[in-house]
């Protein structure tokens, strides 16, 4: 092992300890550990096996940045869309507002633009799946990603949130419910969560988009509904 690399292996491994242990801090300890392991050779396997899917290879392709409205514009969509839930969801737990995406992706490295894409519409996956902030529905939509989507780094995160575990066992139960859900989509759904293009419907009722999406009677067996 080269001494660049064995320098990475460490900043990811005190990454990894450091998010199961300080979960209210996730982005803070945790890019380290996943920018290793998306630059190694099995995460860019990962990414061939995912430009299998026609969906995901037609945006790849496009460099697909669908629109993003404002924070005051989503605030002002109909209560219960998409863009209203988002922003809702941004403003309650005091997250940090996404810019409109921007820039170009160079056509024959998919895997900048498959990075970017799963970073700026992570917590759109959340609303959009009706997950919580807590390390279950964190764990939740990880496990979607490394299944359905070969994403190495969410293998990375993933680990983190079941040694989290256990230090903390009152949350053993429900965060491997969390994980059991996102294997299920995965199963049933593939990259679908990823591909879809959400942005194109922010103004449509969230239980109408799901239902338009083919994922209503997956979310009605989720554990964190109701």
């Known amino acids: 092992m080269n001494s ?3 320098r990475k292996a460490l900043a990811a491994c005190a990454a990894l300890l450091a998010t199961a242990r300080d979960t209210d801090h996730t982005t803070k300890h945790v890019f380290p550990l996943t920018d290793a392991l998306q630059a190694t050779a099995i995460g860019q396997h990962g990414c061939q096996r995912l430009l299998d899917d026609p969906e995901i290879s037609k945006l790849c392709k496009e460099n697909y940045l669908g629109p993003w409205p404002s924070a005051e514009a989503k605030r002002s969509m109909p209560t ?3 863009g209203y839930e988002y922003q809702k969801r ?6 940090e507002d996404l810019p409109s995406p921007s820039g170009s992706f160079i056509d024959s490295d998919h895997a900048v633009y498959i990075n970017h894409r799963l970073r700026h519409t992570h917590e759109l996956h959340h609303v959009v799946l009706g997950l919580p902030i807590t390390v279950a529905g964190e764990a939740a939509i990880s496990t979607y990603y490394a299944a359905a989507c070969y994403t190495s780094s969410a293998v990375g995160v993933l680990a983190a949130w079941i040694l989290h575990t256990f230090e903390t066992p009152a949350d053993h139960d429900e965060v491997w419910s969390g994980i059991e859900f996102g294997i299920s989509l995965a199963k049933k759904h593939g990259p679908l969560i990823l591909s879809f293009r959400w942005e194109e419907y922010w103004q449509t009722d969230l239980e109408k988009l799901r239902d338009i999406s083919g994922l209503l009677k997956s979310l009605e067996l989720s554990p964190f509904s109701g």
């Open 80 to 82: 219960g869309s998409l």
């Open 4 to 6: 660049q690399l064995r």
């Open 90 to 95: 941004i403003d309650e737990f005091g997250l």
